[in-house]
């Protein structure tokens, strides 16, 4: 990584008992920059106590790098986000997961979008091993790629972004605690900043890559994550679009009926049968949190 730089950039990761963080620090380490950009690490512990701490320090003993530990002992990822943003003291911030590793020319690639962006997302590539169930792996539930609404990013993740620190401290802008065991909280905040004014943009060749784990490569797990992700798009419909959102009580219905019609049709095809009832599954988040305004608690356990 460069010194004497004439441009700053701090990566954050927030990290909750994975060993996996070893390898997404050699990875960050790694990065191939520009001339004259200087890349800091934040590590943010969520653990109640600071688990993280000696696995950091093996990391540094091994690699001359720019790295501050960060304790946030809360299980709660939003205080873990939160405490990234009060730490950095650079003009851009990116995040990305303690289980996905970086393309070498990731961050390059993020900071060559960001002209008049408040946040720059990029492509998170999921790596199924070889006994994943074929429709997950058709389906491909566990990547996370952009896509516009007529022309226009309204949202996006933490799983691999860069953010322009101006903008989040010109309007103050934090992850909702409230949703901190939940998840949505990054999709809440990411369409706060694009209501402000901010334009989201999309950098398809940042990868990030996920080995997807055998706990996550689940029908219960995608029906989970598909249901959590209808849940938080009504709770956006709510505060943002209370009209829309009041129509779901009716249109949802429909939209379940229709999709769950659509893979019955599909039964001979299996893998496009389930990403039908997967969407079906999406409504029914949609609805259910209509009908009692809770989110299921992704990260409680």
Known sequence: M?????????????????????????????????????CRIIVVDNDVTP?????????????????????????????????????????????????????????????ASRDDAAAVFGRC???YADGTPKWIRLGDYHSNRI????????????????MDMNF??????????????????????FHAMHRLGGRLVYAQDAVA?????????????????????????????????????RSLVLSSPIKIAFCAAIAVALALRPSRAMWWLMRGVFHCGMLNYRLTRRLHQEYAG
């Open 125 to 127: 590539e999921a790596i």
């Open 168 to 189: 989040v401290r010109r309007f103050a802008l934090q992850f909702d605690t409230a949703l901190g065991r939940t998840g949505g909280e990054d999709t809440l905040f």
């Open 2 to 38: 460069a010194s004497n730089a004439q441009f700053a950039v701090t990566v954050c990761i927030c990290t909750f008992r994975r060993t996996s963080l070893a390898l997404t620090l050699d990875s960050v380490a790694s990065q191939i920059l520009p001339e004259g950009v200087d």
């Open 51 to 111: 688990s993280a701490r000696p696995l950091v320090a093996a990391f540094l003993a091994r690699r001359q790098t720019a790295l501050d530990y960060v304790h946030a002992p809360s299980h709660n990822i939003s205080t873990a986000r939160n405490a990234g943003l009060n730490a950095c003291r650079t003009p851009w911030l990116a995040f990305v997961d303690d289980d996905e590793t970086v393309a070498v020319n990731w961050l390059d690639r993020l900071l």
């Open 147 to 162: 896509t516009p609404r007529n022309g226009v990013i309204e949202t996006g993740y933490t799983s691999n972004v860069l």
């Open 209 to 245: 890559y996920e080995q997807v784990t055998e706990t996550r490569a689940t029908a219960r797990w995608v029906v989970m994550r598909r249901y959590r992700a209808g849940q938080t798009y009504a709770m956006l419909q709510q505060k943002y679009d209370n009209k829309r959102y």
